[in-house]
């Protein structure tokens, strides 16, 4: 029996074809990997970036927000520095100055003045120096097969052992890299992949980096959506000893209010279902549920579907017998609903706003490859469009959706209001103790300040739970230091 098994694991091993790792040894080559190990280099990117998972528009129409990305190496030294400026809708900037030497690395956010332990490359390194994609497939993947040539590109099939992979192309005469596609997995706008394709590629110091670089994100809800990044500036000047320090004032990111996954009780029937990724990392995700006489209504569905499903178990334990009837969904973004299907895998309606519905309805009916729980048993979703505010009520709870938009995060936007409670549970408005204020909190403050609700407990999707006091001075003087 055993040695069956043995034979069985052995025969499915994957392999690495000599001929495969033949055109990866001729590609480093045509790169100038051994001119690259002593470069000394600037390389300065800029363009946009298009997200239809983060866009201000539903479906279609995504708008792009300007990127650049800056990488400087010397290699002699063992010395790489990146800074990265991205955004997405309603002010949220993502701005990252890395470096790394042989015996440190960081990452640190401009933003919120935090920074991070870098265990790997500094990001971006291998978009401005293509043959380090190259060194990492060939040290890292368990498998490297050659495909049959197909539109003037020679193919490698790679693989790794958790089941990622993809094809690396190369000009079948020039041998450069042309470009990667990855597998495709399943996300919540049906299976998706990457596709980044390299420019014509210029040399600097003997060693090729593109002069353009085009990032595809492909899924089956969405098609075809291109970013797209242009060489602008490129010199061999290596970083300097003020790059490759740590920032003045750097502070290490304090998530230490973060409870690991739990449910925290917030009055009677009411709970705060908490870090339900128990991440240590910056961005924490915290989903509200509110029982009523015999079901009960959640807000939020991030992740995926998995998370869904771990999640509707615990409330089975914390509201026995009350199936969850209804999901709020506070807006579009991709983070927010990964998880959706599960919820109408397990027959709730789905609380949206108008512009939302037609983009749930149709992720309902994109199933995955690896089938959910939703594409085996498949049904439509029934999603109750929000327009201005929406009621639901028993004699055990009341709670008040209310649409705050327009908000420059995204058009409409739903928070969850409940009145007994005086506690008022919203996505990406307010980020407390994980990202600072900024247009898309205040333009909901300001609506919050007209509405006069009152609110004793302000809690988010994303960050801690704020009391009476903090939400005062929120609501009065907009202002809350980000931790
Ligand atoms: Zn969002």
């Known amino acids: 029996?055993?040695?069956?098994?043995?034979?069985?694991?052995?025969?499915?091993?994957?392999?690495?074809?000599?001929?495969?790792?033949?055109?990866?040894?001729?590609?480093?080559?045509?790169?100038?990997?051994?001119?690259?190990?002593?470069?000394?280099?600037?390389?300065?990117?800029?363009?946009?970036?298009?997200?239809?998972?983060?866009?201000?528009?539903?479906?279609?129409?995504?708008?792009?927000?300007?990127?650049?990305?800056?990488?400087?190496?010397?290699?002699?030294?063992?010395?790489?520095?990146?800074?990265?400026?991205?955004?997405?809708?309603?002010?949220?900037?993502?701005?990252?100055?890395?470096?790394?030497?042989?015996?440190?690395?960081?990452?640190?956010?401009?933003?919120?003045?935090t920074a991070e332990d870098l265990p790997g490359a500094v990001p971006g390194l291998e978009m401005a120096l293509p043959h380090e994609t190259l060194a990492r497939v060939a040290r890292t993947a368990a498998s490297l097969q050659l495909l049959p040539e197909k539109d003037e590109h020679v193919r490698i099939a790679y693989a790794y052992p958790n089941g990622r992979g993809g094809e690396l192309l190369f000009d079948a005469r020039t041998k450069l890299l042309a470009g990667y596609d990855t597998k495709p997995s399943p996300s919540v706008h049906?299976?998706?992949?990457?596709?980044?394709?390299?420019?014509?590629?210029?040399?600097?110091?003997?060693?090729?980096?593109?002069?353009?670089v085009e990032e595809r994100q492909v899924s089956v809800l969405f098609g075809t959506v291109a970013s797209r990044l242009a060489l602008k500036h490129v010199d061999e000047q290596g970083p300097s000893t003020t790059e490759l320090a740590l920032p003045a004032g750097a502070q290490k990111g304090d998530y230490s209010w973060r409870p690991p996954f739990s449910a925290k009780p917030l009055g009677d029937n009411v709970w705060?279902?908490?870090?339900?990724?128990?991440?240590?990392?910056?961005?924490?995700?915290?989903?509200?549920?509110?029982?009523?006489?015999?079901?009960?209504?959640?807000?939020?569905?991030?992740?995926?579907?998995?998370?869904?499903?771990?999640?509707?178990?615990?409330?089975?334990?914390?509201?026995?017998?009350?199936?969850?009837?209804y999901l709020v969904q506070s807006h579009h973004h991709q983070d927010h609903l990964g998880g959706i299907r599960g919820y109408v895998a397990a027959g709730a309606t789905i609380v949206a706003s108008a512009e939302a519905k037609p983009l749930i309805e149709r992720i309902a009916q994109t199933h995955p490859s690896t089938p959910d729980t939703l594409a085996r048993a498949p049904r439509p979703a029934n999603v109750l469009a929000v327009q201005g505010s929406r009621v639901f009520e028993d004699a055990t709870?009341?709670?008040?959706?209310?649409?705050?938009?327009?908000?420059?995060?995204?058009?409409?936007?739903?928070?969850?209001?409940?009145?007994?409670?005086?506690?008022?549970?919203?996505?990406?408005?307010?980020?407390?103790?994980?990202?600072?204020?900024?247009d898309t909190s205040r333009s909901f403050l300001a609506w919050l300040k007209v509405r006069k609700l009152p609110v004793e407990t302000m809690m988010g999707l994303h960050g801690r739970v704020l009391d009476q006091a903090e939400v005062a001075d929120l609501v009065g003087e907009e202002r809350l230091a980000a931790r």
């Open 397 to 438: 709870n009341r709670v008040e959706v209310y649409d705050v938009g327009p908000n420059p995060h995204a058009r409409q936007m739903l928070v969850v209001y409940l009145p007994k409670q005086k506690l008022l549970y919203q996505a990406d408005l307010v980020n407390a103790g994980e990202y600072p204020l900024n």
């Open 190 to 212: 049906g299976d998706r992949y990457a596709s980044v394709r390299f420019g014509p590629y210029r040399r600097i110091g003997g060693v090729a980096v593109p002069s353009g």
């Open 272 to 325: 705060l279902l908490q870090n339900v990724t128990d991440t240590k990392a910056q961005w924490s995700y915290n989903v509200l549920a509110v029982a009523f006489a015999d079901h009960v209504l959640v807000a939020e569905a991030p992740i995926d579907t998995a998370t869904s499903e771990k999640l509707i178990g615990e409330i089975a334990k914390l509201a026995p017998g009350k199936p969850v009837r």
């Open 1 to 113: 029996m055993f040695l069956t098994l043995a034979l069985a694991l052995n025969a499915a091993e994957p392999v690495k074809q000599p001929e495969a790792l033949a055109l990866i040894e001729a590609a480093q080559r045509a790169h100038g990997a051994d001119a690259a190990k002593t470069l000394k280099a600037r390389i300065v990117f800029e363009g946009s970036s298009i997200d239809p998972g983060q866009s201000l528009a539903v479906a279609g129409g995504f708008e792009p927000y300007p990127r650049r990305l800056s990488i400087t190496v010397d290699n002699s030294a063992n010395a790489s520095v990146s800074d990265l400026d991205a955004a997405i809708a309603g002010d949220f900037r993502f701005q990252t100055h890395a470096a790394k030497t042989a015996d440190k690395g960081f990452a640190y956010d401009r933003r919120t003045g």
